[in-house]
């Protein structure tokens, strides 16, 4: 006998945008920073790689949960867990957070770095990706909001050589 398995796209709301089964939110050069990946027991879930910003890969992180790497255990990142709260911090400074808002709702706050040394943070600075709030995307000087992407292969690429590209694939 056959059967229907109904399962809901997967979608990330990203600087207020909309990425709608998209397996690659965001990603620099090659790497991917923030990828969908399918758990079996969960449906999909977010993947985001943690590097210092000497390109050393420190932790992984999968849902709503921290996993160090060797190099990052070596590298002496503390995890510390509160209530509906994830921080993983290095030397005292925090990297990451994970915030728990719902049954199905994560919110991430993080200063990434690319295996290369480069650094993507929130910031206020209209040249960067995103605005202050984080709740845009600015490419220069063009504000991106409240957008649906659909089916694209990779959100937004950005390049060492300072392109971007938007809804790859």
């Given at each position: 006998m056959n059967r229907l398995v109904f399962q809901k796209v997967p979608e990330v709301e990203f600087g207020s945008n909309k990425f709608i089964n998209c397996p690659i939110i965001f990603q620099f050069d090659d790497t991917p920073l923030i990828e969908l990946i399918k758990l079996e027991q969960a449906g999909f879930s977010t993947q985001i790689p943690i590097y210092h910003e000497d390109g050393t890969y420190l932790a992984k992180v999968v849902g709503s949960q921290l996993f160090p790497t060797d190099e990052g255990k070596r590298a002496g990142i503390n995890l510390h867990h509160?209530?509906?709260?994830?921080?993983?911090?290095?030397?005292?400074?925090?990297?990451?957070?994970?915030?728990?808002?719902?049954?199905?709702?994560?919110?991430?706050?993080?200063?990434?770095?690319?295996?290369?040394?480069?650094?993507?943070k929130y910031t206020d600075n209209q040249s960067s990706l995103f605005n202050a709030s984080g709740d845009s995307l600015n490419i220069r000087g063009m504000v991106i909001r409240s957008s649906t992407f659909i089916d694209c292969r990779i959100g937004v690429w950005v390049k060492s050589d300072g392109s971007i590209n938007l809804g790859c694939g």
């Open positions: 509160y209530d509906k709260l994830t921080v993983c911090e290095l030397k005292n400074r925090t990297l990451f957070e994970i915030r728990r808002e719902g049954p199905a709702a994560l919110k991430t706050t993080a200063e990434l770095f690319t295996p290369s040394g480069y650094f993507v």
